[in-house]
């Protein structure tokens, strides 16, 4: 338990610099995989806290490393660093000096924690077993995302990676409970674009035409069976469709329309089958009605599944670090995280850190133009990382 006082003190002591690099990277957000200024500001503060071998990976990754005394395993503690194409409408001292873009789903959090955990790390690196790879990574908001990247560019070999844990901030949870699900956790990510090819023509001549208006809609509805009849229900799926393109008018049917939609389960065999029937069906439908389709999908994260061993031993340390009260059971997450790639390859686990205050009205969710987070919790989050990686590497 003296180690334990010891990472919370260092997290407190340090509470302040933590928010203001949350806030300086708040103000500073860019876009996937353009993360330069980012990575070169996580690396000038690396610096500062010590850290000679500062390591860029697949183009504005950034990594480093912390080395115990004693020999051991290797964990992977991973944070996000890019924001999204929203335009920011909080009135607040740090808002994105970027117009349309913002950390609207808590990287700026993310980065400015494992920075911290970073710093309490290297403090305590005399206690350690082992390696712990602390890696920085940019692009997890757009497919193929930056965690294959990272795979590719050998981020979990030499010293070979144990285990990964990553941590995201949750306004759904108020501050300080950490969200926790072994097994299944967050869905797969794919989108799909439909065209009906059909034969534009006034609309009031429908005979003279083959109206890809009239088919694209019965697509839509009949995907809907994909869902509803052909998987099991025990087996979480979303098929949606978000964007129409009908380029016609009042009285002009036009030759084609574009759907555009995504399709997200937590069960990866059941993934495969449902592209294969979207496909299917959409054609046979389209050219059953005198018309022709193409279907094209852009494959998105695989789904997120937490190592069962990991995450019992993970929910110990976090109840012993916050509390047994602060530590919850969460359902399956329909949103996708490419965090999931490391998990086809090592034991992972990835968990949810409250941030909601509705006191200070920090209440917006992911992806919106208001969201923030209660920054009285981030050397919370960045302490309990740190002594996750402790324990993980074996005390």
Not at 28 to 40: D, G, K, R
Not at 48 to 59: K, M, Q
Not at 97 to 123: N, Q, W
Request: aromatic share 6%.
């Amino acid at each position: 338990m003296e180690l334990l006082g010891k990472i919370k003190q260092l997290a407190y002591k340090d509470r302040d610099t933590c928010i203001a690099w949350r806030r300086h990277l708040h103000a500073n957000p860019e876009l996937s995989f353009c993360e330069v200024a980012t990575s070169a500001y996580i690396a000038a503060q690396l610096r500062v806290l010590g850290f000679a071998d500062i390591r860029p990976i697949g183009d504005t990754g950034v990594y480093v490393t912390v080395t115990g005394t004693r020999p051991g395993k290797t964990v992977l503690l991973r944070a996000d660093i890019d924001a999204l194409p929203i335009h920011e409408n909080n009135a607040v001292d740090y808002v994105s000096g970027t117009p349309g873009v913002m950390h609207a789903c808590g990287h700026d959090a993310h980065t400015s924690m494992l920075l911290l955990a970073s710093k309490i790390l290297r403090e305590i690196r005399d206690d350690l077993r082992g390696t712990v790879k602390i890696l920085f990574q940019p692009a997890e908001e757009l497919i193929p995302g930056g965690a294959l990247k990272m795979i590719e560019a050998g981020i979990l070999q030499g010293p070979e990676v144990h285990a990964a844990i990553g941590q995201h901030v949750m306004p759904g949870l108020p501050s300080g409970k950490v969200g926790l699900r072994a097994g299944r956790f967050m869905a797969s990510s794919d989108n799909f674009r439909i065209t009906v090819h059909g034969k534009g023509g006034h609309a009031a001549m429908p005979e003279n035409v083959i109206d890809p208006v009239l088919i694209a809609s019965h697509i839509t509805v009949a995907l809907q069976q994909i869902v509803s009849r052909n998987r099991s229900p025990k087996v979480p799926s979303v098929l949606s469709i978000g964007k129409v393109t009908a380029d016609g008018s009042c009285n002009v049917i036009p030759d084609d329309v574009v759907m555009e939609g995504t399709f997200r389960t937590l069960d990866h065999e059941w993934r495969e089958q449902a592209l294969v029937r979207i496909k299917k069906l959409a054609t046979d439908l389209a050219e059953g009605m005198g018309a022709t389709c193409t279907v094209e999908f852009t494959r998105g994260y695989p789904p997120l599944y937490n190592d069962t061993v990991l995450a019992s031993q993970l929910r110990g340390y976090m109840e012993a670090y916050l509390g047994a009260g602060n530590i919850v059971d969460i359902d399956s997450w329909m949103a996708a995280e490419d965090f999931a790639r490391y998990g086809e390859h090592v034991p992972s686990v990835f968990y949810v850190l409250g941030t909601r205050n509705e006191a200070k009205g920090i209440t917006s969710g992911l992806h919106t133009s208001t969201f923030n987070v209660d920054e009285d919790i981030l050397h919370e989050g960045a302490g309990l990382m740190a002594w996750l990686a402790y324990h993980q590497l074996g005390s």
